[in-house]
């Protein structure tokens, strides 16, 4: 439960952060770069958990990446270019009441009172936070389409937690994480070629910050943090915790 309090703790920041580095580079360009600058830090682990893993195994892994960087990914930052981050940071808070409506009605998981309760809790208090300071941002900025995308990566993050929750417990945390990284950063290769609208790059002090900070904490610290204490609490918990 600490190793995911800490996750959350560094997410929390993902998307205002995100879009500081969107005076740098086009938001498909920044999830790409971020997923490069992690997958350099991971390679070296990569290159030796890899060849352990067994073929079935690793045809998981491929759909987990994707699923979980590439979709999730560009979904909320191509979302959080059409919206502000307060509506973003809104979609996301739904997160929780998702995790536990699919696990109780496509996984049989089914849900106690309280992980509807806490669900409830969580999307309440983020809501109530944003409530407070929609005056500074104004309703003209906030986009539907935006707030959709950004919802559609919540209902994909909770409808592959269980499934991730399973195979990080088949071939561990570290094993997981590394492979997913490596992986997720080449299923967006095509995406970012397909999806890039502007290619200029314009360096500045607050983006290159911003998207170190983006692969180092939320890419591959966050991660590998989420990752091992996936299967210390259930996953309704985890989802619970996900956004609160």
């Known amino acids: 439960m600490l190793y995911q309090i800490l996750a ?8 205002i952060v995100g879009k ?3 005076s740098m580079m086009d938001p498909v360009l ?20 890899w060849k352990k893993i067994d073929k079935p195994m690793r045809k998981q ?22 919206t502000s981050a307060s509506s973003a940071v809104t979609m996301i808070g739904l997160e929780p009441l998702l995790v536990v409506f699919v696990g109780h009605f496509f996984f049989k998981d089914k849900a106690k ?44 993050f909770a409808a592959v937690l269980r499934w991730t929750q399973r195979v990080v417990a088949k071939v561990s945390t570290q094993a997981y994480t590394s492979v997913s990284i490596v992986l997720g950063t080449i299923t967006t290769l095509p995406f970012t ?5 502007n290619w200029q790059i ?37 989802g619970v915790f996900s956004r609160t």
């Open 30 to 49: 920044v999830v790409q770069v971020r997923l490069i600058i992690a997958m350099i830090i991971v390679m070296p682990l990569f290159l030796r958990r």
């Open 113 to 156: 009172w309280f992980h509807w309760l806490f669900g409830a809790m969580a999307f309440i208090g983020v809501a109530i936070l944003i409530n407070g300071g929609k005056n500074n941002e104004g309703i003209d900025n906030i986009s539907l389409f935006g707030c959709l995308l950004v919802l559609s990566a919540g209902i994909i």
């Open 20 to 22: 500081l580095t969107y």
């Open 202 to 238: 314009s360096l500045n002090s607050t983006g290159i910050a911003g998207l170190l900070y983006l692969a180092i904490g939320c890419s591959w610290l966050a991660y590998w943090l989420w990752n091992k204490g996936l299967n210390s609490v259930d996953a309704n918990i985890s």
């Open 61 to 82: 892994l491929w759909w987990l990446a994707f699923f979980n960087y590439t979709a999730v990914f560009l979904l909320q930052f191509i979302g959080l270019k059409y």
């Open 193 to 197: 070629l397909l999806l890039t609208e």
């Open 8 to 15: 959350l703790l560094i997410w929390s920041s993902s998307l």
